[in-house]
């Protein structure tokens, strides 16, 4: 008998772990330096962190898929 699930979408790190061959990921970010962006971006910034836990909407690397060399870049949104 076959139940239903409802399929969960992932995140960026999700992504990462399931496609690239395990411990090949090495990240190219950088924390950012906070230009202050000014209150009400300042805002829409915090509400962005709190609703997806990550500081960053765009995750940039490389990586190995099956041993072969890759780029990565994956958006959380």
Known sequence: ?????????????GLITTVLD??????WDAPVVDPDPGPEYREELAAARAKTGVDESVLTGEGHIRGRRVAVIVSEF
Do not use: H, N, V
């Open 22 to 27: 395990p411990g090949t990921y090495r990240s």
């Open 1 to 13: 008998m076959l139940t239903e699930q409802k399929a969960r979408p992932l995140d960026a790190a």
